[in-house]
């Protein structure tokens, strides 16, 4: 729908009004038509033609002409193994290419190897290697995807836009300025400042790299006979690359170059000379890298023994991790021409002018990034006591370190344990439960933790590169110093009951669990006279929850025809119990547009959440109506007040948890002669989620409305048949 142009221009406030008084912003087609008409340069004849022809044009159309294409995936493998009595081995390779209808190539390469050795009876060696390569290259045609991307004018998308004319000429498109403008600014200066979706991704190269290689050792030697011990060690590697070269023919090349023009004048302002003394013509190449290295050792002692109606298994050992994390670089080249060798000198520390009046740095200076190293060390042992392989008890403990909690051991070390038991009661002479033949009875409770490496106890300091002034490195402290922070902590209680009927006609299990959670990671005030910020994260929430698993599994047909079926089902139920930060009673802040998708605390409600305001529908001239002390009201100022000061006592109702609090899958399977098939469905529901709607703002910036705009309120009368507001003008500044 295209609206009328005096709804868009009349107002000397309206949102078109600023944009054109701009003078080089570009405008859409249909405002370039409207405009025209109301500065009489074509009749209402003309005006109402040229409008339908864009209505009837759908730019999908040109998207499917123009770019989509057909991909194809081939895909290739081979497998070798061999081996005597004491050797194994195995060989793999793959190969996968991927042409993506977007032009883009996706190649990987596979390569494993494994070997497990006995030199001698108690002694085993396992060694494997496995090395993967992918790269993506190519250059990106545009693709077609409603209200994210695609082409647009400035941040707008428009639906009836043509890339090329009736004889397949490339037609430009106005993304950033009027053509108007460009076509006279430069007085022929500059280069060709207009984009053609039709060619200018050809002039594009982008190739992305990533290599991975782990490679392991293991040995496993036993002491006696039950007693083994277990040495392994991993080592793994990351490594990926970027690059990306735009030819002088781009629009990106051919915008940033004109940007840094300089244009020298005549006192009547004709161009005399033309300048490229800070940004040379020519080709522009990023490079960027970045990689990570793990080392992996972990030591284990396995025990099993049984005699008699005792049985005893248990487990010992640590574990260290290191994992060094190197942010690479990245750099951009100008100027650049791969044969022969050459690149352009730039200056990036300095601000230079540009052809809007103002100075700028040029984009691209080479960034060294930073090296993170975070270590772990794990102590651990579990054990397991059977009697009559009836009664079970079971206990673990394990501690763990990490350096990014160093101000004090105890912080730095957290010990965890759990404790479990089990009796399988089908096995007791009392039992004559003959239709269920399997039951047993189990639960666990236990302390486990986790830690959130971007949290640290150590102020941190970026680098913002040079003062413009100086020439000196500066930088700033982004984060401050806070000792006490500390491991997240979740103690958890599981109950639950296996069971089979005759034959094992059906089977499964029930579980109850509770978990209890403590010293959560959250956004805390703080003094803001420590002059970094007024918040900061720390150990500032408790959570609470339950939930029930069951599972299910039935023979419904048990022969040569065989077909079973399973049922998962999940509930879960959570809510915050304590939170310091200045919104934890606010369900206010549950009613963004974005409301249930990000974590907001409030105390007694889930992390994810949705509320709203007491609706009150349209009123007669199509504006949205509140409540504020119990009273219609359209002082929407006065609504948001009212809703953060007295939460459901006011005008504010909680609607409900954002996340499935009900959730599974319903699987049947199928067999015959070695043929097998499965249906499978799965479901969540016991939730909310807010249907995306009109919002006038993102039309008029973004072009993006929806089908509730065809709803909305038009006239006196329409309050009575729905509840989309009327289209309002709004000023650019205000959107």
């Known amino acids: 729908t295209l609206f009328p142009y005096t709804t868009l221009f009349r107002s000397p406030y309206s949102f078109y009004a600023n944009v054109i008084n701009e003078g080089m912003v570009s405008l859409t087609p249909a405002v370039g038509v409207f405009l025209n008409r109301q500065n009489g ?5 003309d005006s109402a033609a040229q409008i339908n022809e864009l209505m009837a044009w759908d730019v999908r159309k040109d998207y499917d002409r123009h770019f989509n294409k057909s991909g194809f995936i081939q895909q290739y493998s081979i ?24 032009n883009m190539n996706d190649d990987k390469i596979n390569f494993r190897v494994n070997n497990i050795y006995r030199p001698i009876k108690k002694l085993q060696i396992n060694l494997g290697a496995h090395y993967t390569a992918s790269a993506i290259s190519g250059s990106n045609r545009p693709q077609y995807a409603p209200f994210t991307s695609g082409i647009g004018i400035g941040q707008r998308q428009v639906p009836y836009l043509r890339f090329a004319d009736a004889d397949g000429n490339p037609l430009p498109v106005d993304i950033a300025h009027r053509r108007s403008f460009i076509d006279t600014f430069g007085t022929g200066g500059l280069l060709d400042w207009k984009y053609y979706p039709l060619e200018d991704y050809k002039y594009t190269g982008v190739k992305n790299t990533r290599d991975d290689i782990t490679a392991n050792i293991a040995v496993n030697y036993e002491i006696i006979q039950g007693l083994n011990v277990d040495l392994s060690y991993q080592y793994q590697r990351q490594r990926s690359t970027g690059r990306t070269l735009y030819d002088v023919q781009s629009y ?12 020298d004048r005549d006192i009547d302002g004709a161009v005399i000379n033309v300048r490229h003394d800070n940004l040379a013509i020519g080709n ?19 025990y099993s023994k049984n005699w008699g109606i005792h049985s005893i298994s248990g487990i010992a050992g640590f574990q260290v991790q290191e994992i060094q994390t190197d942010n690479g670089f990245s750099s951009t080249s100008y100027g650049y021409s791969e044969d022969p060798l050459i690149t352009s000198e730039v200056d990036f520390r300095d601000a230079h002018p540009t052809i809007w009046g103002y100075d700028l740095p040029i984009p691209g200076d080479p960034i060294i990034g930073n090296s993170i190293v975070n270590r772990f060390v794990s102590g651990y042992a579990n054990v397991a006591y059977s009697l009559m392989q009836r009664y079970t008890i079971s206990a673990s403990a394990r501690r763990d370190g990490s350096n990014l909690f160093g101000v004090t051991t105890n912080d730095k070390w957290k010990p965890f344990w759990s404790f479990g038991a089990a009796w399988e009661l089908s096995k007791e002479n009392f039992y004559k439960l003959s239709v269920v033949p399997y039951l047993k009875l189990k639960g666990t409770v236990g302390l486990s933790g986790n830690v959130d490496l971007t949290k640290t106890p150590y102020p941190i300091q970026t680098f913002l590169g040079n003062d413009p002034v100086t020439g000196y490195p500066f930088g700033q402290v982004i984060r401050i110093n806070d000792p006490s922070l500390r491991w997240e902590k979740t103690k958890q209680i599981n109950l639950g009951i296996d069971f089979s009927l005759k034959n094992q006609i059906v089977s499964g299990s029930i579980e109850y669990y509770t978990k209890l959670s403590r010293d959560l990671y959250g956004t805390a005030p703080f003094d803001y006279t420590g002059g970094i910020s007024n918040f900061i994260t720390a150990n500032i929430a408790n959570m609470k929850g339950n939930g029930v698993d069951i599972y299910l599994k039935s023979k419904n047909v048990d022969g040569r025809f065989k077909w079973t ?3 998962n089902y999940a509930y879960n139920s959570s809510k915050v119990t304590r939170y310091f930060g200045t919104s934890a009673d606010k369900l206010v802040t549950l009613v963004s547009l974005n409301a249930g998708e990000l974590i907001v605390p409030i105390v007694g409600k889930p992390l994810y959440a949705i509320a709203a305001y007491r609706w009150g529908g349209l009123d007669a001239s199509g504006d949205p109506q509140g409540y504020v002390n119990g009273q219609l009201s359209k002082d929407y100022t006065a609504i948001f007040n009212e809703a953060s000061l007295k939460n459901e006592n006011g005008n504010i109702r909680y609607i409900g948890p954002a996340s499935p609090t009900h959730f599974g899958s319903f699987i049947n399977e199928i067999n015959w002669k070695g043929f097998t ?13 807010r249907k995306p709607t009109l919002s006038y703002g993102a039309l008029y910036n973004e072009g993006i409305a929806g089908g509730d705009f065809a709803n909305r309120w038009q006239k006196a009368g329409d309050e009575a048949i729905t509840n989309v507001p009327k289209m309002v003008q709004i000023g650019r500044a205000h959107v």
Do not use: C, M, P
Not at 41 to 45: C, D, E, G, L, T
Not at 81 to 99: E, H, M, Q, R, T
Not at 287 to 298: C, D, I, M, Q, T
């Open 79 to 102: 497998n070798i193994n061999g081996g005597s009595n004491n050797l194994a081995w195995a060989i793999s390779g793959a190969y996968d290419k991927n042409v993506g209808a977007n």
């Open 252 to 263: 990106y090349a051919r915008s940033l170059i004109n940007t840094y023009t300089q244009l």
């Open 677 to 689: 098939a499965s249906v499978a469905i799965s479901y969540r529901v016991g939730y909310y989620f």
């Open 41 to 45: 340069v074509i009749s209402a004849a």
């Open 565 to 567: 079926s399973s049922l």
């Open 284 to 302: 522009i190449l990023r490079l960027s890298g970045a990689e990570v290295n793990s080392h992996n050792f972990r030591s284990q002692v396995n």
